[in-house]
Nanobody, 116 residues
């Protein structure tokens, strides 16, 4: 069955860094567009970053451009989100998403708290 398991969340001070990981199984990872979304309290879920499997295309929300980097290791079926220069407004639950022609699947989420 399809699984997406996120890890790497936690508490970090403003200006700090975190790397989130999402280990995937149950589908052809290379064929999937992998994305990170986040949802802050009382706010809608928003797209943070997307990376396609073969073309190398990436896309970022304006709020994270220049600070976050999405990458993927197709051999390990894992997608990463490197987050630098974190701000309090980056506090949210971060979700991994896998999308293909037949799949639109979410991970369980990992909490990121940016606070001093």
């Amino acid at each position: 069955q399809v699984q997406l398991v996120e890890s790497g969340g936690g508490l970090v001070q403003p200006g700090g860094s975190l790397t989130l990981s999402c280990a995937a199984s149950g589908f052809t990872f290379r064929s999937a567009a992998m994305s990170w979304y986040r949802q802050a309290p009382r706010k809608a879920r928003e797209l943070v970053a997307t990376g396609t499997g073969t073309s190398g295309y990436t896309n970022y929300a304006d709020s994270v451009k220049g600070r976050f980097t999405i990458s993927r290791d197709n051999a390990k079926s894992t997608v990463y989100l490197q987050m630098n220069s974190l701000k309090p407004e980056d506090t949210a639950v971060y979700y991994c998403n896998a999308k293909t022609s037949w799949l639109n699947y979410w991970g369980q989420g990992t909490q990121v708290n940016v606070s001093s």
